[in-house]
Every structure is written in structure tokens, then in C-alpha cells.
């Protein structure tokens, strides 16, 4: 889950809806769209029923807006890399249940929004649907690489401000003076928390907390353009707190080298709220760490009967070859891999931006994201075990610390496990029984494991074809999990395997970045592309590598950007 800065706050006020001027559907020979009726016209056609496109339809068509979502693959995959899936574990071993992507609800008060803005009501608000529930303490364990060859030996963090003692003397333990280090630096982050979500990103103006804000930035030591690595590397000498306190880095696809140390923000975002007597934000957002019970895929299912309920209708199976731009340079709609063509007066693309405009834009229109910043891909171990792992709770990390040149080189995933290196890396592991035991049958495990890995290149491609990228990182997880007293393979009774040839094949993502766009300075806020096409009228972006930026939160509240200025922009025929 990411955080950025740069979106103004006006953008994102109410806008009055105007009617759009409806546009011809075309009879169509492929999934019914011709049940529509000759004369019948949609307002939007959107591409791509992922978390953006399936919250801006909703949006769209509460307003009472003609809206349908054509997507390339089945209802399975909607709300694309946010969604989970099953396998069955041998010889009726039952069923396990894994998240393809997202794993830490973060800022629920976002989809709560979300969902009311789409005409869900209180739905999430109630827990009715989809029921949402904080994840217990400890909300972090962290298997620090301490000294080759020795067993791993579990941090733990709890998280909150009842957890803070406990977390204090955590620190304490890594280095002398370390627990009152970490509660300056999480009360600041909390402080830079409160001032950059509602001004720069959620739109709105909240004064005190933007003052406090800069004053940290300006007088505290809290630069914003300096790295997460550096920031922390002046707080703290050890190495074995800068590897605990830089990993939300990898959520984003990113090394705490070339991130920027506004994402230290995520720290009280996950483990706040912490105690602040001079914490100028008065209405703060909910801090901590949720899970929606049956998984991520829950979420996006209520968002497609939001949908459904406001008129949305979806065509699956229906893979988009161009978005089609007249001789003005307007978008007037999709055509379909069929030949088929669908009209509307706007089109919404929810695939990846630079994949989008690689492969659905006429040459003339297209943008070049060549030399643009990708993040990393990732490869995911989904592994249903007939026992409990019970060291790990929920979410779990695998961290090198022996010193500090294998700390940096622990973040070099481009070499990591290609044909040149084996290691070490980081990891994350997330074992949702811990909060939702409906994820796997009693006393059995269900845990997907995320190594930072390789997007495609020229350089990459080979690794992945032959294997061996997959293979090597399988083979250092494993020892990694031996050496923290767990054998994993002994117990595995099913196992599934995602590296970047099949995000890309699935899920469109331009070299299998899974977390899109990469989230370097010079790609944040105004320097992200923003929801208009700038040489395409009439044709809106949403998703991860749009701003502002990767996470479901993020992607949500940019989809409320992006209808925002459709509304802005209608009538079409004006």
C-alpha cells in the first residue's frame, strides 16, 4: 500500500453531473451485446473490471449514467490482482484459499467512501458486506538475518498504543537508546500521516495538520525529498533496525534506497495510532491493520453487485483489441478482438497505463513509457499445508541483517536469483488463518509468500523461460523457513506459482510489474499520469499506474478522481 503527495484538493469537490450525449451501440455477433436494442447507446464503455474500474462504473452509473465494463477474462478475475481463488489440497485434503495481490486493508474509512459513493450505503460501514475485521496483535513478526548459518529468531510487533511499551523495548533490543528512537520517529511519521492524506491525497484541507506537517518537514528532520534509507540510516546505527524499519518499501515495488521517506508514513498507518498530545490532526483517519473475512476477493464481488445493482453491465470474456479515435482525435468507443464495436461518448481504460497505451492506442496517439521507472515484479508461492506454521502470524517478514552491504544487496532483485546471484533477499509472507480461519481446513495453513523478483526484460526473459529465477527463489525461501524452525515442504500438499510472465499474460501488466508504475520522485503526484489522456479526448485512465499511484486505497480514491473529470467534461457533443 502506498502514500503519496501532490493531488490539489479541488479536484476531487462534487461536480455537477451534466447528461451525456449517448453514442450508437453497434449490433454485435459476441456475448449478447446486441440484447441491447438498435438505438440503445452506453455514456461510458470502461476497460477492464479491476478495483478502479469496477469502483468508477458503480460511480458513473449511480450518477444515472449508461455504463458497461468489457473485460478480457471471466468473473473468476474480477477486481484483477485484488481477488483470491482456491485450490484443492491431495487426496481430499480440503480447500485453501489464497489473495492474488492485495493482503493489508488499509484505510477503510477509503472504502467506505467508495462504497457509499457507489450507491452501497452503509454496506461496508454495517460490516454487512463485505465484513471487515482488524487483524489482532501481533500485527508484524520479523525474522531478522542476524549471522549466516544461525536459526532465525522471531521480532515481534504489536502495534497501537497499548502495543507501543512492548514495540519500545523491541527496538531497545537492537540498539542502546533504540525504543525511544522508534517513538520519536513513529509520532513524526504519524504527524506527516495526518498532514499528507487528507491535503495531498484525499482532497482535503485540513490546515492544523498540513503546519505541523511542514514544520516537521522543515524543523524536524523530516525532509520529504531525501530516501526512506537515509532518513532512517541518521535515526538509527544498527542494522538490524533499518532492516526493520524499511520494508514497507516492498509493498510498493520499491528499495528504501529510491523511495522517498514520505513512505515512512506507512509505519503509523499500519502499527498506530500512537500517543500525540500535540497531534494537531483532531479527526485522524482509522489507523491499524484490517482483512475482509473471505479475502480480498470478497471485495471486489460486493463492488460488481454494486455495480449490477446501478446498472452497470458487464460483458466478460470480451478481450478489447483499440480504442477507437475518430479523425478529431476523440475516443468513441473499444473494438473488441471480434471486430465487434461498442460506442460511447467516453471510454475509461482500467488496464495498465503503459500497457494500454502500448497495445490499444492508434501509433499517432501513443505515449512512450520506455524510459519510464517500472516497479519490481514478484514472484508468489501460494502453498496449502497440512499443518500450522506457528511461528508466523498474519503478516510475516524474512529480513537480511547481517551487515550492511548484505542489507543493500538484499533489496538488488535484479540479480538477485538470475543466473548471476542466489540471495539474499527479503520477503513477506501472509498467513490470513490467523484472522479468518475459513482460509483453509483446522490445524492445516494456507500462506502465500511474495519475493521481490525481475520484471521482463531482455536480460530477464531467459531466467524466467529456463526457470531459473523461480527455482532459486523457491529453493532460498525454503532454507530461510528451515532456519526459522519450520519445514515447509514436509507439509506441503498443493502448491501454485505466479512469477512476471503470467501477471503480464493475465493481468496486462507491462514486464509483469505488479505494483505498476514505479513511485520514484520524479514519478509522483503531477509527474504520474493523470486521469485525462492528453492526446485523446474523451478517453480517462484509472488503476495503479495512474495517480496517484499503486494500493487499493489509492487506486479507489483515484477513481474518484478520474469520474470527477468525466463528469467535468460532459456533454461530449459540445
Known amino acids: ?128 458486506e463485505p465484513r471487515v475485521t482488524p487483524v489482532a496483535a501481533p500485527l508484524y513478526t520479523m525474522f531478522l538475518d542476524r549471522a549466516p548459518g544461525l536459526p532465525l529468531s522471531p521480532m515481534v510487533l504489536r502495534g497501537g498504543e497499548q502495543g507501543l511499551s512492548h514495540d519500545k523495548a523491541q527496538f531497545e533490543a537492537l540498539e542502546v537508546g533504540g525504543g525511544a528512537k522508534y517513538e520519536a520517529h513513529i509520532r513524526q511519521s504519524q504527524r506527516i500521516l495526518d498532514g499528507g492524506l487528507p491535503n495531498f491525497i484525499s482532497g482535503q484541507l485540513r490546515l492544523p495538520a498540513l503546519l505541523q506537517m511542514a514544520q516537521e518537514a522543515l524543523f524536524g528532520g523530516a525532509f520529504p525529498l531525501e530516501s526512506q534509507d537515509s532518513q532512517i540510516c541518521r535515526r538509527f546505527s544498527s542494522t538490524l533496525a533499518r532492516a526493520a524499519l524499511t520494508f514497507q518499501s516492498l509493498y510498493v515495488g520499491l528499495t528504501p534506497f529510491e523511495a522517498p521517506s514520505v513512505f515512512n508514513l506507512l509505519q503509523p498507518l499500519e502499527l498506530g495510532p500512537v500517543p500525540d498530545p500535540h497531534r494537531a490532526e483532531q479527526d485522524p483517519c482509522r489507523q491499524g491493520i484490517f482483512y475482509p473475512v473471505g479475502g480480498f476477493g470478497e471485495v471486489s464481488r460486493s463492488l460488481v453487485r454494486l455495480a449490477q445493482d446501478a446498472g452497470v453491465q458487464f460483458y466478460w470474456d470480451s478481450p478489447v483489441d483499440q480504442v477507437v479515435v475518430d479523425e478529431t482525435g476523440r475516443a468513441t468507443g473499444v473494438r473488441l478482438t471480434t471486430g465487434d464495436v461498442v460506442d460511447a461518448a467516453a471510454v475509461l481504460v482500467n488496464v495498465d497505463l503503459p500497457m494500454a497505451e502500448a497495445t490499444l492506442l492508434p501509433k499517432s496517439q501513443k505515449r512512450d513509457f520506455s524510459t519510464s521507472q517500472f516497479s519490481c515484479s514478484v514472484v508468489s508461492f501460494h502453498w496449502a499445508l497440512n499443518t500450522t506454521l506457528k511461528p508466523l502470524s498474519h503478516h510475516t517478514l524474512f529480513l537480511e541483517a547481517q551487515s550492511e552491504a548484505r542489507r543493500q544487496q538484499s533489496w538488488e532483485w535484479e540479480s538477485a536469483f538470475s543466473s548471476r546471484g542466489e540471495g539474499p533477499a527479503n520477503f513477506y509472507v501472509h498467513a490470513p488463518a490467523r484472522t479468518d480461519p475459513s482460509a483453509c481446513p483446522e490445524g492445516h495453513d494456507a500462506i502465500t509468500v511474495l519475493v521481490p523478483a525481475p520484471g521482463l526484460r531482455p536480460s530477464s526473459e531467459e531466467a524466467y523461460d529456463t526457470g531459473v529465477v523461480v527455482s532459486r527463489a523457491r529453493a532460498f525461501v525454503l532454507e530461510q523457513f528451515r532456519r526459522a524452525g519450520m519445514d515447509v515442504e514436509k507439509h506441503l500438499v498443493a502448491e501454485q506459482v505466479v512469477s512476471a510472465p503470467k501477471w503480464k499474460q493475465d493481468f496486462g501488466l507491462e514486464r509483469g510489474s505488479v505494483f505498476g508504475l514505479s513511485h520514484p520522485l520524479s514519478q509522483l503526484s503531477f509527474f504520474r499520469p493523470g486521469p485525462r489522456s492528453p492526446g485523446v479526448r474523451g478517453l480517462y485512465y484509472c488503476g495503479a499506474s495512474a495517480r496517484p499511484g499503486n494500493g487499493v486505497p489509492l487506486v479507489l480514491l483515484g477513481a474518484k478522481q478520474t469520474v470527477s473529470a468525466i463528469t467535468a467534461d460532459a456533454p461530449w457533443e459540445s
Request: net charge positive.
Open 1 to 128: 500500500m502506498a502514500m503519496r503527495a501532490g493531488l490539489v484538493w479541488c479536484w476531487l469537490l462534487a461536480v455537477p453531473v451534466r447528461p451525456f450525449a449517448p453514442r450508437r451501440v453497434v449490433k454485435s455477433r459476441y456475448l449478447h451485446l446486441s440484447s441491447l436494442g438498435s438505438g440503445e447507446a452506453f455514456d461510458v464503455v470502461v476497460v477492464g473490471a479491476g478495483i478502479g474500474g469496477l469502483s468508477s462504473a458503480a460511480r458513473l452509473a449511480a450518477q444515472g449514467q449508461r455504463v458497461c465494463i468489457v473485460e478480457k477474462n471471466s468473473l473468476d478475475l474480477a477486481g484483477g490482482r485484488a481477488g483470491s481463488f482456491e485450490i484443492q489440497g491431495r487426496g481430499g485434503d480440503g480447500s485453501y484459499r489464497f489473495d492474488r495481490g492485495p493482503s493489508l486493508l488499509l484505510l477503510p474509512d477509503v472504502y467506505e467512501a467508495a462504497f457509499k459513493e457507489a450507491g452501497g450505503g452503509d454496506l461496508w460501514a454495517s460490516h454487512v
